[in-house]
């Protein structure tokens, strides 16, 4: 129990007294369990101040592996971080790619229709024209919705592959003349056998788009083969 320091005191014995509370263990025996110290005493048993250094050393040590603890724990969220990371960039990469494969083959399905379908109209209606003419809007739309598609994919032969499928529509685009000038004649003298450069036009951009969304498709599975 610390008492309160007079003023006046000038040596250590006038300083407060404190009472140590020993430990058996330590001092052996060789000191009270109970004894009353001054600053500058010493203790007979040499532990009082070593007690007091071995609690120190405790505590610094408590400190230390606290912390190792806490470094650790940073050290495991910051790597949990970065992977959470890369993982949201491949799963950019997937979304994107997915669905660029999804507009390719929306518009694979759509320009293989249309070869059956325009020869149908040519064959069995007398006003073939008017289906027709939906028909290359809606090829129109598919192609530039693919050309974008190709445009946004972040791989390797991206340009190549849309310049390619760009070139093969062009000339698809350009033969559906073909296709209106056997729908202005009657229906008993049209001849699908002169609309063949436009079905062969259209079958080699059926290939292409093909083509394209197997290369899609691998990149999806590149970037996640879980995918």
């Known amino acids: 129990k610390l008492q309160k320091r007079s003023p006046s005191a000038n040596s250590y014995r006038d300083s407060p007294l404190i009472i140590v509370v020993c430990n058996p263990m330590m001092c052996e025996g060789r000191c009270d369990v109970s004894r009353l110290w001054r600053p500058g005493d010493g203790c007979r048993a040499g532990h009082g101040l070593g007690g007091a250094m071995f609690r120190r050393s405790v505590s610094a040590?408590?400190?230390?592996?606290?912390?190792?603890?806490?470094a650790g724990l940073l050290a495991q969220a910051a790597l949990r971080l970065a992977d959470a990371w890369s993982q949201r960039g491949t799963g950019v990469l997937a979304r994107s790619l997915a669905e660029a494969d999804r507009t390719l083959f929306t518009a694979l399905i759509g320009v293989r229709s249309q070869r059956g379908d325009a020869q149908t109209a040519l064959l069995s209606l007398d006003d073939a024209r008017r289906p027709l003419d939906e028909m290359r809007r809606e090829a129109e739309e598919r192609a530039a919705e693919a050309i974008a598609a190709l445009s946004a994919?972040?791989?390797?032969?991206?340009?190549?592959?849309?310049?390619?499928?760009?070139?093969?529509?062009?000339?698809?685009?350009?033969?559906?003349?073909?296709l209106f000038d056997e729908a202005a004649k009657p229906r008993p003298q049209r001849d699908i056998r002169r609309t063949d450069p436009w079905y062969d036009a259209m079958g080699g951009l059926v290939d292409h788009l093909a083509t394209v969304s197997v290369a899609v498709s691998n990149g999806v599975r590149m970037a996640d083969p879980e995918l």
Do not use: C, H, N
């Not at 340009?159 to 529509?169: A, L, N, V, Y």
């Open 61 to 70: 040590l408590l400190l230390s592996v606290l912390g190792l603890v806490i």
């Open 153 to 178: 994919i972040p791989l390797a032969d991206a340009t190549r592959m849309k310049d390619e499928f760009q070139r093969r529509w062009e000339l698809a685009r350009r033969l559906y003349t073909l």
